[in-house]
């Protein structure tokens, strides 16, 4: 079984963390929620609608996707990939011009120098903002990131996590994001929620993950992390 009796609540705004191993259940989870995997029992809801409600494919323009391999279309310009969304949603062309250019700008990619360039014509890290941009364009209210600075070298995937931030305090969107990375999910979500072998273990905010650990494998895999974790939370803003 991928994920058993998993259970959590996200306010409008906030960003949570699902934390483990490989194998944990942590990307099922994130699928499940823009239906990329029905589950077998059970009730997700958005906004109070049960998912079986939605259309999938409304559901699926209205919540953005950021996954580690990026998942650019190689043959489309910067402009055309993080236009895609809002031109399957028929906005008018102007619109998207605008939004495009507004998205790129927040990312630190000036339309003017990247709207017209290719993926390959640019570094894994900023194809990373460009999955980012595209994610948002469409101003989704649900923002799905799994192991989304995963594959960047540790300065670059800092650097950008240090973005991620920034751009969440500014736009407020309900963030679920996936990773194997304790530092990442203290350093990003202000919920925590850590899986082991389908199940969460614990979730909850992280301070009080750290000092109140709820299971032995809670403890060992904070382990000898925890002061630096807890150094990590004060430098936090």
Sequence with gaps: MAVSNVSFQLEKGETLALVGHSGSGKTTTLKMINRLVTPDDGEIRINGKDLKEWDVTELRRNIGYVIQG????????????????????????????????????????PAKKFADRYPNQLSGGQNQRVGVARALA?????????????????????????????????LKKTVVL????????????????????????????????????????????????????????????
């Excluded at 101003?139 to 540790?154: N, V």
């Design 70 to 109: 990026i998942g650019l279309f190689p043959h489309l310009t910067i402009e055309e990939n993080v236009g895609m969304v809002p031109r399957l949603k028929k906005w008018p062309k102007e619109k998207i011009t605008a939004r495009v250019a507004e998205m790129l700008d927040m990312v630190g990619l």
């Design 138 to 170: 469409a101003d989704p209210e649900i923002l799905l990131m799994d192991e989304p600075f995963g594959a960047l070298d540790p300065i670059t995937r800092e650097e950008l996590q240090e973005e991620f931030i920034g751009l969440q305090k500014k």
């Design 178 to 237: 996936v990773t194997h990375d304790i530092f990442e999910a203290f350093r990003v979500g202000n919920q925590l929620a850590i899986m082991k072998d389908g199940r969460i273990e614990q979730a909850g905010h992280p301070e009080s993950i750290i000092e109140h650990p709820e299971s032995d494998y809670v403890s060992r895999f904070i382990g000898r992390h925890r002061d630096a974790l807890r150094l990590l939370l004060t430098e936090r803003p």
